[in-house]
T-cell receptor
Framework: GDSVTQMEGPVTLSEEAFLTINCTYT??????LFWYVQYPGEGLQLLLK?????DKGSNKGFEATYRKETTSFHLEKGSVQVSDSAVYFC??????????????FGTGTQLKVEL | EADIYQTPRYLVIGTGKKITLECSQT?????MYWYQQDPGMELHLIHY???????EKGDLSSESTVSRIRTEHFPLTLESARPSHTSQYLC???????????FGQGTRLTVV
């Protein structure tokens, strides 16, 4: 079945460090890919998305490129801030055929940024 | 900003009580979802709906039930709460197609 695999956390970085959170997927079709962020005590917010191969999603200094050949959608940021401390979820969504069209999430990666 | 609301944000309730978690969205989305989030952060889909009068069980078995009488409203009910139901419950909605889902702020339920 469809699945998303994320690197395990927690990830602890110093402020201004480079961030990579790996995400790979398995899907039977051509999914859209998403990164969501969850701050403490809150729901999930969409961070960025990409709907087809080679698309790059970007927002708030975060980027991720849809790599069909490696079935990956790694999240990167050049210089993290303390305010980026949160849990990050990678997710996929297949087109609405045969009753599908549900979001499938990875297990989440906790990021902690220290001064 | 997403227009999807969950109430209450926090609920502490005794074992055996009946509870309903409310979820409403004003975006006209046909699809709505309930996720249960365990302390380890993982999200489990427990219910979803494709529109009015449509409800389906999700990937994780749950003793809760849902209804979808109006497009904007997707409440979740537990007939008899137990400590094992203690969790965070997240509601979401989306339009059809490869579009993102919008999430409410969640309800943190504690059953004592």
């Amino acid at each position: 079945g469809d699945s998303v695999t994320q690197m395990e956390g927690p990830v602890t970085l110093s402020e201004e460090a480079f961030l990579t959170i790996n995400c790979t997927y398995t899907a039977t079709g051509y999914p859209s890919l998403f990164w969501y962020v969850q701050y403490p005590g809150e729901g999930l917010q969409l961070l960025l998305k990409a709907t087809k191969a080679d698309d790059k999603g970007s927002n708030k200094g975060f980027e991720a490129t849809y790599r069909k050949e490696t079935t990956s959608f790694h999240l990167e940021k050049g210089s993290v801030q303390v305010s980026d401390s949160a849990v990050y979820f990678c997710a996929l969504k297949l087109p609405p055929r045969g009753g599908g069209n549900k979001l499938t999430f990875g297990t989440g990666t906790q990021l902690k940024v220290e001064l | 900003e997403a227009d999807i609301y969950q109430t209450p944000r926090y609920l502490v309730i005794g074992t055996g009580k009946k509870i309903t978690l409310e979820c409403s969205q004003t975006m006209g989305h046909d699809k709505m979802y309930w996720y249960q989030q365990d302390p380890g952060m993982e999200l489990h889909l427990i219910h979803y709906s494709y529109g009015v009068n449509s409800t389906e069980k999700g990937d994780l078995s749950s003793e809760s039930t849902v209804s979808r009488i109006r497009t904007e409203h997707f409440p979740l009910t537990l007939e008899s709460a137990r400590p094992s139901h203690t969790s965070q419950y997240l509601c979401a909605s989306s339009a059809w197609g490869n579009t993102e889902a919008f999430f409410g702020q969640g309800t943190r339920l504690t059953v004592v």
